[in-house]
């Protein structure tokens, strides 16, 4: 199975700055035929669902705001938030869908300071 | 818009069996893989099962398998799991959702539903 290891487990970052989730995988996510990265990321509120907010690594779903991106490649990935809102408050999972059995991150929990 | 909503969730004794479903609109069901993720309370997320459009294909976390079937009813627009021999360790939030158009079991899941608790317990 393909390991993902989060970091940090929890982070606390001012209204208006950047929050930096990192995450690793234990073997490469990116399919060489496609040169496609099977890495999601998705955010949970409290008392919510997930939600996906990032796709092939890097590509933002529709109506995520702008101020998610995602990042990286083959072991490597980061979600950054360029300017942390209120409503940003939630645990932030990476997944990859490379190989079965699809594996999750442990979580990121984003708080404000 | 897309609606998933999962149904079936009860305290169950450990060995017991349950059935959960997850009613699907706003999309052409028939057309998607669908799957299943569950959350232990306070825990983080863990892949169950998946299926394919047609049923043809399905797949199950080790944890699971031979213990739960998925199956799905496409002229009901609804999805399913059969749950047998659970155990206190399978006491979760069962999320049903939903893999992009296009995609086979190798996709992220675009569409989640608000989830159903399943608690195994004497």
């Known amino acids: 199975d393909i390991v993902m290891t989060q970091s940090p487990d929890s982070l606390a970052v001012s209204l208006g700055e950047r929050a930096t989730i990192n995450c690793k995988s234990s073997?490469?996510?990116?399919?060489?035929?496609?040169?496609?990265?099977?890495l999601a990321w998705y955010q949970q509120k409290p008392g919510q669902p997930p939600k996906l907010l990032i796709y092939?690594?890097?590509i933002r779903k529709s109506e995520v705001p702008d101020r998610f991106s995602g990042s990286g490649s083959g072991t490597d990935f980061t979600l950054t938030i360029s300017s942390l809102q209120a409503e940003d408050v939630a645990v932030y999972y990476c997944?990859?869908?490379?190989?079965?059995?699809?594996?999750f991150g442990q979580g990121t929990k984003v708080e404000i300071k | 818009q897309v609606q998933l909503v999962e149904s079936g969730g009860d305290l169950v004794k450990p060995g017991g069996s349950l059935r959960l479903s997850c009613a699907a609109s706003?999309?052409?069901?028939?057309?998607?893989?669908m799957s299943w993720i569950r959350q232990a309370p306070g825990k983080g997320l863990e892949w169950v099962s998946y299926?394919?459009?047609?049923?043809?294909?399905?797949n199950y976390a080790e944890s699971v398998r031979g213990r739960f079937t998925i199956s799905r009813d496409n002229a009901e627009n609804s999805l399913y799991l059969q749950m047998k021999s659970l155990r206190a360790e399978d006491t979760a939030v069962y999320y049903c959702?939903?893999?992009?158009?296009?995609?086979?079991?190798?996709?992220?899941?675009?569409?989640w539903g608000q989830g159903t608790l399943v608690t195994v317990s004497s």
């Open positions: 997944q990859q869908h490379y190989s079965s059995p699809w594996t």
């Open positions: 299926i394919s459009s047609s049923t043809t294909y399905t």
């Open positions: 092939w690594a890097s």
């Open positions: 959702a939903r893999l992009p158009r296009g995609c086979a079991g190798d996709c992220y899941l675009d569409s």
């Open positions: 073997q490469s996510v990116l399919y060489s035929s496609n040169n496609k990265n099977y």
């Open positions: 706003g999309f052409t069901f028939s057309d998607f893989y």
